[in-house]
Structure formats: C-alpha cells, structure tokens
C-alpha cells in the first residue's frame, strides 16, 4: 500500500481549493474547518496488495484552535 510525506500531504492539499475539486488522482477534501482538515484518496488496490480491490484512505490533521500551528496529518 502506498504511504504519503507530511509534505506530500501538504502539498496536494494546497493544490485542492474547495471542498468539491478533485485531482488527477481522485484526492478530495473531506471536511476543512477551523480545527480539522481531511483528505479523501479512492483508490483500486493492485493485485499484490492484502486489502480489498477498492479502498478509500483519509488524512487528518487537527489543531487546537484558530491561532494553533496544525498537527501532523494521521490515517
């Protein structure tokens, strides 16, 4: 399975303005709020993979409030 950066995740969430846009890749914005962000992945798993033939991965960070530097992102 794939795994992603702080920085890779970082940067494909900049690159998605609202929470509507998709990417070439099918990223999404799940929930942006003051204190939490999440992307979306959908994805169809290779053979080699041991989950299922589909698969959505989320990413989330959060911080304690407005002000607050975020946190790392977390699946």
Known sequence: MMS??????????KKLTDGT???EVDWNIVSDI????????????TYSDYNDNGRTVSYTRKRMNKEAPWGMWER
């Not at 992603?4 to 969430?13: A, C, H």
């Not at 204190?35 to 798993?45: D, G, N, P, W, Y």
């Open 4 to 13: 992603y950066t702080q920085d890779e995740l970082s940067s494909i969430w």
């Open 21 to 23: 846009e998709h990417d």
């Open 34 to 45: 003051d204190v939490e962000q999440t992307l979306s992945h959908s994805k169809v798993a």
